[in-house]
């Protein structure tokens, strides 16, 4: 059974900086392309980030380049998202996917696997 568990999630004042983590368990991890996604209230899934399995090749949403980093360890089967400079409008549930692929891809439905996510509010 594949399960991702992500935390890290909390209120934070705006410009404030979070780090997220999701950890895997039940899969190859290092196959695996691992990817982030967000969804605000009232609003669809967007793409934040998604780091290839070999962790060289990065895609980031126009929003979050220069705040959002994402990374991995293979040791630990986790995934990160490092946020700084939080806004208001980052508020959001943040979810970690998994991709069997080389790559991430910013369309939600091409991956296999998905964690419950972990609530971020960033007060104003």
């Known amino acids: 059974q594949v399960l991702l568990l992500e935390s890290g999630g909390g209120l934070v004042q705006a410009g404030g900086s979070l780090r997220l983590s999701c950890a895997a368990s039940?899969?190859?991890?290092?196959?695996?392309?691992m990817g982030w996604f967000r969804q605000a209230p009232g609003k669809e899934r967007e793409f934040v980030a998604s780091?290839?399995?070999?962790?060289?090749?990065?895609l980031y949403a126009d929003y979050g380049n220069g705040r959002f980093t994402i990374s991995r360890d293979d040791a630990e089967n986790t995934v990160y998202l490092e946020m700084v400079s939080l806004k208001p409008e980052d508020t959001a549930v943040y979810s970690c996917a998994a991709r069997n692929s080389y790559s991430g891809s910013t369309d939600g439905g091409e991956y296999d696997y998905w964690g419950q996510g972990t609530l971020v509010t960033v007060s104003s």
């Open positions: 039940g899969l190859t991890f290092s196959t695996y392309a």
């Open positions: 780091v290839a399995r070999d962790g060289l090749l990065r």
